[in-house]
């Protein structure tokens, strides 16, 4: 409770005014926590809460409560808000526990009345489950605890009760187990260590198989082993174990497993975990009674055959999922095919695995009939638990189920076509992030066939991938750079490896489950990932794995395929994803509904071709460095930079030279001013084949090309072996080439000589790109280029630019006769420009927003030194996100709004677009559509992604 304390020592009466006032905001506060409710009961046909309440009651409660009100069949109990939990945390449990108990109380009291039992006593025990459950679904939190309320007293009742000894006995010693477990603190082993005990002395294997004194001797072990490692004995109270039971779910909320699991999930704004009070059904009290879990639809493919799930016979709670028995199959046809890949056979399966549908035919019927009622009431595919106990059947949960990407697609389309769904919904049900997996190559079905399996590892993240291996991250990023693809395997992956994980096409570890770190980071990024393959064994230091009796060598090709886990020995072919039927389906309704365009970021005919596959209007950033690092370009742009600093001196001394001096320099200037002009020269049939084949490519959509960008250091050897081979090449000494290496270096090069800045030194480098871009429009039919001028900050920049493009543009018109439409823009990337919009608008037929380089300049954030710091950032929550990855909109996003507003101001149908690496995340395509950009544009394989984000942006814009 809030405690009020005034001092009387003041008695001024403005000091008295204050206080007054302070007292009665307490007092209002205090009401407002006193008028809360914080307990609400569900069962018997009717509800106090209902599904929309999810934020309050957590989504399994909330879930219980709607079934309840729905009329199916869930045993009653009670839901303790997560506004409980959230007072939990700041007034803790004593304060929140006081706050509570009347209506503890009172609920307890109903549902003794409701189900005619009495929780702590006999002749009808009440037994509970306790139960936890947040508005997103969590692993990571408390565990369940059932059988609540059992003591020595309420067993005796039990057994009086069910004449099922053996039943009590199996549930009681549950109980200590799970309460010992989950409430005092207390490890697995401490348990399983007795249990095996009592199971090797007797030579019994499975936990049914266990009788009434094996039991009993088991949970006199147990209470002993809770004694000792605890040091209290195991409370007896329940209505001790019940509030126990309660704190130890709130408190749940805060272990540092939970933290990290919201952390990892991007989870925010959450108010706490609810508790869910929930009257005892055994599945454990006969082969009558059964336990389950089931999907409504397959998770993995999203097909509506047959009713996927799996049951236990006289098993409780988790029993199905922790793997102790075989679980059998829902539907006989299920179990057919389970047999099938297990190669049991069908006699086998009818005796020994029978499907419910055949085991229990007329529970099944009602509960196929209740999937068919879920699946209509929530239209979403359900993940659904139930216990059958003595032939009656339980609805104990069911939430939308978690589905692969594939499944996403398919069950989107098909709910829409069913008329369950609108077209809006099916396309906001597929997560545009989620895409990334389907859009990655897929194994050759035959090809896959034939290859030679080495091991199967744990499907970690989908995909295919085929690489040479290398056992570290190191040599990932080396393989990279050659562009080799490779295919990194470590025994297990740590933070470290990032770079090479970035750089790989397939991760392999030997070490760690579905949840390790090498399996999410991979799923993270898209990648292809087999982990825990723990039959091979990985020596860094020869630079191998061995695996039965194959040794696999550095070098050596390798194929992964990440939704089976299997590794194959050498090459296996892959083949590009099939963009149609329901994934075709839900693009084509994406671009029904968006309202913004959506480009690639392209620099190859091949890029360029596989996004206009992937549905891209054309291109917003056509990089034109790239170029010029292939085949043997290199050379002449080294030709060039070997003498451009000399031309521009001279040309510069030659400004204020007159006479004789200025013949000198003219001849000085001859040799190495052809030298420049052939370098060019060279440059130019290059530079307009590459333009030619991307022009084709695209087809008459959009082009924007933007003219040379980085510094010229950067096409230059920094390494001893290359400066030689460079030397060598050119018929230069080795420290010339070193010369002109250190007289390009610059302290700080994203802030150095480049973008524009480069065309306005050297402004044959601009004419000869312009060139190149025309003359290639020129030749290929329904070109639509657009030259972007790149790192302006003020508008002079850009139009001496223009004018030098505008010449050029001219030119070419006349030399061909033909009239080519060029729209002339630049890059909005140094904060200078976005301020100066306006007047840069003047010049600019169109905006294309750089955020990578906004985002250095505009937060004074290297982009290359950065990494070590920021990450302390996000977690201290200086920064939400890396805002390298997603837009910072509160501070660069502004500048972004304020360059759109101003541009527009000045030229009202500027064309406005971006092209950072930002054009590719959902929730910066949402930002980009609400202020009113044409466009976004990103990689080839984001592109669907885009697509789909400008959709949700839009549909989510007119609710
Ligand atoms: P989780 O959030 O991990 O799914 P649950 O609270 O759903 O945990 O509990 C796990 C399992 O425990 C359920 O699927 C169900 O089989 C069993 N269980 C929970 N409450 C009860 C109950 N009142 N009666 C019988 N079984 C229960
Ligand atoms: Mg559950
Ligand atoms: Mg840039």
């Not at 189920?401 to 499944?407: C, D, H, I, N, S």
């Not at 199967?456 to 290398?470: D, N, R």
């Amino acid at each position: 409770m809030i405690i009020v304390s005034i001092c009387h020592s003041e008695i001024d009466f403005y000091g008295w005014f204050v206080k007054i006032k302070a007292l009665k905001i307490l007092l209002e506060m205090e009401k407002d926590i006193m008028s809360k409710k914080y307990v609400y009961f569900f069962g018997g046909g009717q509800s106090e809460g209902s599904a929309s309440l999810k934020n309050l009651l957590g989504g399994k409660g909330a879930n219980l409560a709607d079934m309840a009100e729905l009329g199916l069949p869930v045993p009653p109990g009670f839901t303790v808000t997560t506004e409980a939990c959230s007072e939990y945390c700041t007034l803790g449990k004593e304060s929140l526990f006081d706050l509570i108990k009347p209506e503890i109380d009172d609920a307890l009291a109903k549902l003794e009345e409701t189900t005619n039992k009495t929780f702590g006593k006999g002749p009808k025990p009440l037994l509970v489950s306790v139960r936890s459950g947040a508005a997103v679904s969590m692993p990571g939190m408390m565990d369940t605890v059932l059988n609540l309320g059992l003591n020595d007293e309420t067993v005796e009742a039990m057994i009086a009760l069910t004449n099922n000894e053996r039943f009590v006995m199996d549930s009681y010693r549950r109980f200590i187990q799970m309460f010992g477990n989950v409430v005092m603190g207390m490890e697995h082993h401490d348990f399983e260590t007795q249990l095996d005990k009592v199971k090797s002395a007797t030579g019994k294997v499975l936990d049914t198989d266990l009788d009434v004194d094996d039991l009993k001797e088991v949970i006199k072990l147990y209470k002993a082993v809770v004694k000792e490692v605890s040091g209290e004995d195991f409370p007896t109270d329940p209505m001790e174990q019940l509030w126990r039971g309660m704190a130890a779910v709130f408190g749940s909320w805060n272990n540092p497993r939970a933290i990290k699991y919201r952390q990892l999930n991007d989870i925010r704004s959450l108010w706490g975990t609810a508790v869910n009070v929930q009257t005892m059904v055994f599945g454990n009290s006969g082969d009558n009674s059964a336990t389950g879990v089931a999907f409504t639809r397959d998770p993995s493919t999203g097909a509506n055959e047959y009713f996927y799930g799996e049951y236990l016979i006289n098993a409780q709670g988790e029993d199905v999922v922790a793997g102790i028995r075989t679980p059998q199959q829902i539907t006989k046809a299920g179990s057919r095919a389970w047999a099938t890949s297990q190669s049991v056979s069908e006699d086998v399966r009818g005796s020994e695995y029978p499907s419910l549908e055949e085991a229990m035919p007329v529970v099944f019927a009602e509960l196929d009939a209740i999937r068919d009622k879920l699946e209509k009431h929530y239209k979403d595919m359900q993940d659904i638990e139930f216990t059958i106990e003595d032939g009656t059947l339980y609805m104990l949960q069911t939430r939308n189920g978690k589905r692969t990407a594939q499944a996403a697609v398919k069950i989107a389309y098909d709910l829409k076509t069913e008329g369950l769904i609108s077209e809006k919904e099916a396309v906001l049900r597929v997560e545009p992030k989620q895409l990334d997996q389907l859009l990655h190559p897929v194994f050759v079905k035959e090809s896959e066939v034939e290859a030679k399996t080495l091991t199967v590892g744990l499907p970690a993240s989908p995909g295919a991938a085929t690489g040479q291996v290398v056992f570290s991250a190191d040599a990932a990023e080396a393989a990279k750079a050659e562009g080799r693809s490779v295919i990194l395997c470590r025994v297990e992956t740590s933070p470290e490896d990032i770079g090479g994980m970035d750089a790989c096409c397939g991760i392999l570890t030997a070490r760690g489950g579905m949840t390790s770190h090498a399996a999410v980071v991979a799923r993270g990024m898209g990648k292809c990932c087999v982990s825990g393959a723990g039959d091979i064994s990985v020596d860094y230091e020869a630079g191998q794995f061995i695996v039965g009796d194959s040794v696999v060598k550095d070098g050596e090709w390798l194929s992964l395929n990440g939704s089976t886990g299997a590794v194959y020995l050498g090459k296996v072919d892959t083949v590009d994803p099939a963009l149609d039927g329901a994934f075709g389906s839900i693009m084509e309704l994406a671009d029904k509904y968006r309202k913004i365009g959506v480009r690639t970021n392209a620099d190859s005919p091949k890029d360029a071709e596989v996004a206009v596959k992937f549905g891209a209007e054309g291109i917003g950033l056509c990089r034109t460095e790239h170029m010029f690092f292939e085949g043997d370009r290199i050379t002449s742009v080294r030709k060039l930079i070997l003498v451009a600093e000399e031309v521009k001196e001279l040309r510069k001394q030659m400004l204020y030279a007159e006479g004789k001096e200025k013949a000198a320099l003219e001849a000085k200037v001859a040799i190495p001013l052809s030298q420049y002009n052939e370098a060019l020269a060279e440059l130019l049939p290059l530079q307009r084949e590459d333009f030619t084949g991307i022009f084709k490519a695209l087809g008459g959509l959009p082009c924007t090309v933007r003219l040379l960008d980085p510094p010229l250091h950067e096409f230059l050897p920094h390494e001893v072996k290359g400066q030689e081979d460079m030397a060598k090449d050119m018929g230069l000494t080795l420290a010339k080439v070193r010369h002109l290496v250190d007289s390009l270096h610059e302290f700080n090069p994203m802030l150095g000589h480049r973008g524009c800045r480069l065309g306005i030194t050297y402004p044959e480098v601009t004419q000869m790109q312009v060139r190149a871009i025309v003359e290639a429009a020129a030749s290929v039919e329904g070109s639509k280029p657009e030259i972007m001028v790149p790192l302006v900050g003020n508008v002079k920049e850009l139009k001496s630019q223009k004018e030098i493009i505008v010449a050029t543009i001219k030119e070419v018109e006349a030399e061909t006769g033909k009239k080519i439409d060029v729209k002339i823009g630049t890059m909005i990337e140094v904060p200078r420009a976005a301020i100066t919009a306006d007047e840069i608008a003047e010049e600019a037929e169109f905006f294309s927003f750089g955020t990578n380089d906004l985002t250095q300049m505009g937060c004074g954030f290297s982009r290359d030194d950065a990494g070590k710091f920021l990450g302390d950032y996000v977690e201290k929550g200086i920064y939400e996100y890396d805002p390298f990855a997603v837009l910072d909109q509160s501070g660069i996003g502004k500048l972004v709004k304020y360059a759109v507003d101003a541009g527009r101001k000045t030229r009202p149908n500027i064309k406005l677009g971006i092209c950072g690496e930002h054009g590719g995340d959902p929730a910066s395509v949402e930002f980009c559509c609400n202020i009113g950009l044409d466009y976004v544009s990103c990689s080839p394989y984001r592109v669907p992604i885009a697509r789909l984000a400008a959709a949700h942006a839009a549909i989510k814009a007119e609710k």
